[in-house]
């Protein structure tokens, strides 16, 4: 491991756990442990992780984790990703299963209770971006505004190893703004996946257009006077939700995290870590690691 160059990548664990699932119980594929429990999500997630790591080869690993679905958001609006069905019942169990299975194999699995794994990712991000290179992976576009000069974000694209990867050169091409802006071009077009209007009437091209010129939500207000008279009715009539909207878009930055960096350091593995798995019901996980890595 290079120590003078620590690069860590930061998994969202929630996100690769649900797209695994949906990936195979789409087609009925549950894989089961031999005690019933379903393992589709588990595996699809570790043998994800597994795969990331061959091809990035990071020295540092860390998984951010949702833990449960009440946060502080939730305190703010009532509606807050109250548009959302409950979770499949296969899918309940093998969020501590991924867990656990993650502890096996020795990451490190990090969540706060009232936080989203966004903020505890963005948290993560604001401690150690000025001591390594941090690669996230995730299917989740708002933390495109957790983007600086030492990290990057891998979205997910197809399969284990295809990813759309962001760097601020990429995004400002993309964006004409700064990646801390995209809060305010989200607080303004609002987010229906999770459930906050911004401000109904406001698109994601006038968003973009509005914070391109004026900077910022607060920017956008000093100028009310010289918006269009409907865009301007608009974002009048709607200025507590549009405020709102912008502290729900925010990924907090303050979790505290107790690890070091050397608590996370990539772990060696073993042919015998992975045939303990295997004998638990994890085949597959035991598998793809054996396809990837050469164990002594």
């Known amino acids: 491991m290079n120590k003078q160059h620590p690069h860590?990548?930061?998994?969202?664990?929630?996100?690769?756990?649900?797209?695994?699932?949906y990936a195979t119980s789409v087609m009925g594929h549950y894989q089961y442990l031999p005690d019933g429990r379903p393992t589709n999500g588990v595996q699809g997630f570790a043998r994800h992780v597994l795969t990331a790591q061959s091809i990035i080869k990071p020295s540092h690993l860390e998984?951010?984790?949702?833990?449960?679905?009440?946060?502080?958001?939730?305190?703010?609006?009532?509606?807050?990703?109250?548009?959302?069905?409950?979770?499949?019942?296969?899918?309940?169990?093998?969020?501590?299963?991924?867990?656990?299975?993650?502890?096996?194999?020795?990451?490190?699995?990090?969540?706060?209770?009232?936080?989203?794994?966004?903020?505890?990712?963005?948290?993560?991000?604001?401690?150690?971006?000025?001591?390594?290179k941090i690669t996230i992976i995730s299917g989740d576009r708002d933390l495109l505004q957790l983007l600086n000069p030492s990290t990057e974000i891998a979205f997910t694209k197809k399969g284990y190893s295809e990813y759309d990867v962001y760097t601020v050169q990429q995004f400002k091409e993309e964006y004409a703004i700064e990646p801390h802006q995209f809060v305010d071009v989200k607080a303004l077009m609002g987010d229906?996946?999770?459930?906050?209007?911004?401000?109904?009437?406001?698109?994601?091209?006038?968003?973009?257009?509005?914070?391109?010129?004026?900077?910022s939500v607060e920017g956008v207000l000093q100028n009310l006077e010289r918006l269009k008279p409907s865009q301007r009715n608009k974002i009048k009539e709607q200025i507590d939700m549009l405020k709102l909207s912008y502290q729900l878009a925010s990924i907090q930055r303050n979790v505290s995290i107790k690890a070091n960096l050397e608590e996370l350091s990539v772990p060696d593995y073993s042919a015998g870590l992975f045939e303990q798995l295997a004998a638990k019901g994890y085949t597959s996980i035991a598998k793809h690691a054996c396809s990837l890595f050469s164990f002594v």
């Open 192 to 215: 229906a996946s999770d459930g906050y209007p911004g401000v109904k009437g406001i698109g994601p091209k006038t968003a973009l257009q509005l914070i391109r010129q004026y900077g």
């Open 63 to 132: 998984i951010c984790w949702d833990m449960g679905s009440h946060t502080f958001r939730n305190e703010l609006f009532q509606g807050y990703k109250a548009n959302r069905s409950n979770p499949p019942v296969e899918l309940v169990p093998q969020f501590e299963m991924a867990k656990e299975v993650a502890e096996w194999i020795g990451w490190k699995n990090i969540g706060e209770a009232g936080m989203e794994a966004d903020d505890c990712i963005g948290s993560i991000v604001e401690k150690w971006k000025k001591e390594a």
């Open 8 to 21: 860590l990548l930061v998994i969202d664990g929630m996100a690769l756990l649900f797209r695994s699932f």
